[in-house]
């Protein structure tokens, strides 16, 4: 399975800030996606990261606010905007090397917004 | 009604065991199920990917598919301490991508030495 690198693994930050944080893949992948992981709530997907063009954003996220690049087939960022308290959470991104819904995850940066 | 209903837990056994770890859920498209396993501050990990109904096994896990109740279960043979950690069920009607993946929000399981 391919090896995911994401940085930094955990950052605090200040309110009206932005944060971006990096995914690295070891191996080129089409599909690469990035989720959000709220603390008692299930794994929400943000947006597939698409190589070469804008992202595709899930209902409730924006791309003001989750800005998202794909320069190429390993390599990807999400930029968490202006932030505030709420978007305190872990944010995760995650490949599908085969394109069967067997999704792997990097180790999740872990954001705390003051 | 969520989609899918997981109990959080915590679920305390002792070493050696039997798990069983469930899932319901409401929407029948759901053909494609998975279990994940997420260490405390570490990533998911897939753990078992079945199609339709049936059994899966491998090594001390079986996943347990039941589209006619719409239950999913795993179950861990032989609990072991290195065992405990938080067990995402995850399902989707088409079975590729990220698209329609919709996961509980996991079990946290304590298998106590």
């Known amino acids: 399975s391919a090896v995911i690198s994401q940085k930094p693994s955990r950052d605090i930050c200040q309110r009206g800030t932005s944060l971006t944080i990096q995914c690295q893949v070891d191996?080129?992948?089409?599909?690469m996606f990035w989720y959000r992981q709220q603390p008692g709530q299930s794994l929400t997907l943000i947006a597939t990261?698409?190589?070469?063009?804008?992202?595709?954003?899930e209902s409730g996220f924006v791309i003001d606010k989750f800005p998202i690049s794909r320069p190429n087939l390993t390599f990807s960022t999400l930029t968490v905007s202006n932030m505030s308290p709420e978007d305190s959470s872990i944010y995760l991104c995650?490949?599908?090397?085969?394109?069967?819904?067997?999704?792997?995850f990097g180790e999740g940066s872990r954001l705390t917004v003051l | 009604q969520k989609e899918v209903e997981q109990d959080p837990g915590p679920l305390s056994v002792p070493e050696g065991a039997i798990v069983s770890l469930n899932c319901t859920y409401s929407?029948?498209?759901?053909?494609?199920f998975m279990w994940y396993r997420q260490y405390s501050r570490k990533g998911p990990e897939l753990l078992m990917y079945?199609?339709?109904?049936g059994n899966k096994e491998d090594g001390r896990f079986t996943a347990q598919v039941d589209k006619s109740s719409k239950y999913i279960s795993l179950f861990i043979r032989d609990s072991q301490p290195s065992d405990s950690a938080t067990y995402l069920c995850?399902?989707?009607?088409?079975?590729?991508?990220?698209?329609?993946?919709?996961f509980g929000k996991g079990t946290h399981l304590i298998i106590q030495p």
């Open positions: 995650s490949v599908d090397e085969v394109g069967t819904g067997e999704l792997f």
């Open positions: 191996s080129q992948v089409t599909m």
């Open positions: 990261a698409n190589q070469g063009s804008e992202a595709t954003y």
């Open positions: 929407n029948s498209a759901f053909q494609y």
């Open positions: 079945t199609y339709s109904s």
């Open positions: 995850a399902m989707s009607a088409s079975g590729g991508g990220a698209d329609g993946l919709t």
